[in-house]
Nanobody
Framework: QVQLVESGGGLVQPGGSLRLSCVAS????????MGWYRQAPGKQRELVAV??????TNSADAVKGRFTLSRAKANTVYLQMDSLKPEDTAVYYC?????????WGQGTQVTVSS
């Protein structure tokens, strides 16, 4: 019923930038939590940044000052990633929480390497 489609991933050198986009379709509340998680090979999926239904932003310490999460409307979010580091390499998943459950995108690969 809900689909999240990510775009904007790719290969970038350390210190470079990428902008990820996520658009949700289906039955989307105008009040929801939305943002991004990431998962590196062999690691657990971890929070990157989420805008909550209360209007606050939660972000991981590892990305603070480098990544900026924004919401254009209820079904669209962006993640501006600056000063990228090799340790940012992961599959980035769009996330939406509504009606008491999470929804996940298929993921977009971000690779930071020289």
């Amino acid at each position: 019923q809900v689909q999240l489609v990510e775009s904007g991933g790719g290969l970038v050198q350390p210190g470079g930038s990428l902008r990820l986009s996520c658009v949700a379709s289906g039955t989307i509340r105008n009040m929801n939590d939305m943002g991004w998680y990431r998962q590196a090979p062999g690691k657990q999926r971890e929070l990157v940044a989420v805008i909550t239904s209360a209007g606050s932003t939660n972000s991981a310490d590892a990305v603070k000052g480098r990544f900026t999460l924004s919401r254009a409307k209820a079904n669209t979010v962006y993640l501006q990633m600056d000063s990228l580091k090799p340790e940012d390499t992961a599959v980035y998943y769009c996330y939406l929480y509504q009606f008491g459950r999470p929804y996940w995108g298929q993921g977009t690969q971000v690779t930071v390497s020289s």
